[in-house]
C-alpha cells in the first residue's frame, strides 16, 4: 500500500467515526472493525493474554468505540490512537486485574465542533508519526514494540538505553505545541 | 499556579504510564501530576500517540478474529445507546486532584493519618501490592532521615514545599530519586508540607535503630 493511498486510509477512520457519532452508521462500523479489532486481538496477545480472553477484550473494547463514540476527538487524537488508549485500559483491567487512575478531564472551553484545520493537523501529524516509526532500524522498533506491547516494566525501559525516544522526538513535530496553545 | 511546575515526570515513567504497564501506585502519581501540570499532559498525547501509530500499523501483530466475531458485537450494539458528551467539570483549583480523591476523598482533612515518629505522619493508600503509595504530613522545618533506594521512589508535594540536593519542590513539582540517589529532604519552614510518595521497593536507611523501626512503618 503506498504512503498516500494510507494516509487516505487513515483519515478515512475519522469519516467513519463521524458517521458512527451523528447517524449510527452499522456499515462505517464493520469496516472500522475489520481495520481494529485484529489488531486490537493481536496487542492483547503481545501482551499476555491468550487467545480467547484477547478475542472477547477486543469485542469489548469495539463496543466501547461504538459507545463512546461521541468523545473522539479528531482534533486532539488519531482514531488509533483514541482506540488504543480504549484497548491499553481494558489489557489493564482484565489481565492485571487494576484499577486505572485518569487524569481530570481539561475543561476545553465552549462545547463546539473541532477547527477543520486543527483535525487536518492532526491527523497529518500522526501519519508522520507512524512514519517515522516504521523506518525506524529494526532492532529499534522492536524495542518499542516491546515496551508498548509487551510487559517491559518501568524499571526495564529506564535501563534500555536503546530506545528510541530521542530519535523520534527529533524527527517529528508532534501536536505538543499546539495542544499546549489549545490548553492555555 | 500551573505554570510555576518545575520538576516533571520522567518520560520513562509517562512511557510506561501510556503503555499500562506501571503498578497502580504509580499510576495514581502519574495521573494526579498530569492534573495538575500541562506540558506532562501534551507529553503524554505524544505517547499515546506513539502506542496508536504501533497499533495501526499494517505488520504481524495481526491476529485472526473468531468466526462470527462481527456479528456477535454487531448484536451488542443494539443495547448502546448513543451517549451524549460528558464534560466534568474541574477541579483544578483543589487540593486534591480527581484520581487522588478517588482514593482519599475530596479533603487532605478527611485523611486517616499515623504517626510516625518525629511529628511525621503517613496514610497508606489501597493499591496493588507491586508499589506502595503513601501521604506524608511533614511538619514544617522538619527534615526526613537520610535514606538511599532500593528501587524507585517518586514524591508529588500536594501542600507546602521541600528541599533537597536536588532542589525546591513545590506543589505539583515531582521528584523521581533512583538507586544512585541519597537525599534528606526537609520541609519548607512557611508551612506543614504533605506529599504522595510512591515507591517500588524499600527505602534504605542509615542507623541500625531506623532499619528496625522501618519494618514497623513498611516504609
Redesign the interface.
Same mark, same amino acid.
Given at each position: 500500500m503506498s504512503t498516500r493511498e494510507t494516509a487516505e486510509k487513515r483519515s478515512l477512520w475519522v469519516d467513519h467515526m463521524v458517521r458512527i457519532h451523528t447517524s449510527r452508521d452499522r456499515a462505517a462500523f464493520a469496516e472500522l472493525y475489520d481495520h481494529f479489532a485484529p489488531r486490537v486481538k493481536g496487542f492483547l496477545i503481545k501482551s499476555g493474554a491468550d487467545a480467547s480472553l484477547a478475542e472477547e477484550c477486543a469485542q469489548e473494547v469495539m463496543v466501547t468505540v461504538w459507545a463512546k463514540a461521541h468523545l473522539f476527538d479528531a482534533s486532539r487524537a488519531s482514531v488509533a490512537t483514541w482506540i488504543f488508549t480504549i484497548a491499553r485500559n481494558r489489557k489493564i483491567d482484565a489481565l492485571r486485574k487494576q484499577r486505572r487512575p485518569e487524569p481530570e478531564e481539561l475543561t476545553w472551553g465552549p462545547e463546539e465542533e473541532p477547527a477543520q484545520a486543527d483535525v487536518i493537523a492532526l491527523q497529518q501529524e500522526s501519519e508522520t508519526l507512524a512514519r517515522a516509526i516504521a523506518e525506524l532500524p529494526a532492532q529499534q522498533r522492536a524495542l518499542l514494540e516491546k515496551a508498548y506491547f509487551g510487559e517491559l516494566t518501568h524499571s526495564e525501559i529506564a535501563a534500555q538505553t536503546g530506545l528510541p525516544l530521542g530519535t523520534i522526538k527529533s524527527r517529528i513535530r508532534l501536536a505538543l505545541d499546539r495542544l499546549r496553545h489549545a490548553m492555555k | 499556579m500551573k505554570n510555576d511546575i518545575k520538576h516533571h515526570i520522567?518520560? %520513562?515513567?509517562l512511557?510506561?504510564y501510556? /503503555?499500562?504497564?506501571?503498578?497502580?501506585a504509580?499510576?495514581?502519581l502519574v495521573?494526579?501530576h498530569?492534573?495538575l501540570c500541562?506540558?506532562c499532559? =501534551? %507529553?503524554? /498525547?505524544?505517547f $499515546?500517540?506513539?502506542?496508536? =501509530?504501533?497499533?495501526? =500499523?499494517?505488520d504481524?501483530?495481526?491476529?485472526?478474529? $473468531?468466526t462470527g466475531?462481527?456479528a456477535?458485537?454487531?448484536e451488542?450494539?443494539e443495547d448502546?445507546p !448513543?451517549?451524549?458528551?460528558e464534560?466534568? &467539570? !474541574?477541579?483544578?483549583s483543589k487540593t486534591v486532584? /480527581? &484520581?487522588?480523591s $478517588?482514593?482519599i476523598g475530596d479533603d487532605l482533612s478527611g485523611v486517616k493519618w499515623r504517626n510516625i515518629g518525629m511529628g511525621v505522619r503517613q496514610a497508606i493508600l489501597p493499591t496493588?501490592a507491586d508499589a506502595t503509595a503513601r501521604l506524608l504530613h511533614i511538619p514544617a522545618g522538619v527534615a526526613m532521615p537520610d535514606h538511599g533506594h532500593n528501587?524507585?521512589e517518586m514524591t508529588l508535594v500536594l501542600q507546602g514545599a521541600f528541599q533537597d540536593d536536588d532542589g525546591y519542590f513545590a506543589r505539583g513539582d515531582v521528584e523521581t530519586a533512583?538507586a544512585d540517589v541519597n537525599h534528606t529532604p526537609v520541609a519548607d519552614i512557611h508551612e506543614d508540607c504533605i506529599c504522595l510518595a510512591v515507591t $517500588?521497593a524499600p527505602l534504605r536507611f542509615k542507623g541500625l535503630f531506623l532499619k528496625i523501626f522501618q519494618r514497623f512503618i513498611r516504609i
Open positions: - | 520522567t518520560d %520513562q515513567m512511557m510506561g501510556s /503503555a499500562g504497564t506501571l503498578p497502580e504509580f499510576n495514581i495521573a494526579t498530569i492534573s500541562d506540558d499532559r =501534551a %507529553q503524554l /498525547a505524544s $499515546d500517540s506513539i502506542g496508536g =501509530a504501533m497499533l495501526g =500499523a499494517d504481524d501483530a495481526l491476529a485472526t478474529m $473468531d466475531s462481527l456477535a458485537v454487531m451488542r450494539l448502546c !448513543s451517549g451524549l458528551t464534560r466534568a &467539570p !474541574s477541579t483544578r486532584p /480527581a &484520581p487522588l $478517588d482514593y496493588s528501587g524507585t533512583d $517500588d
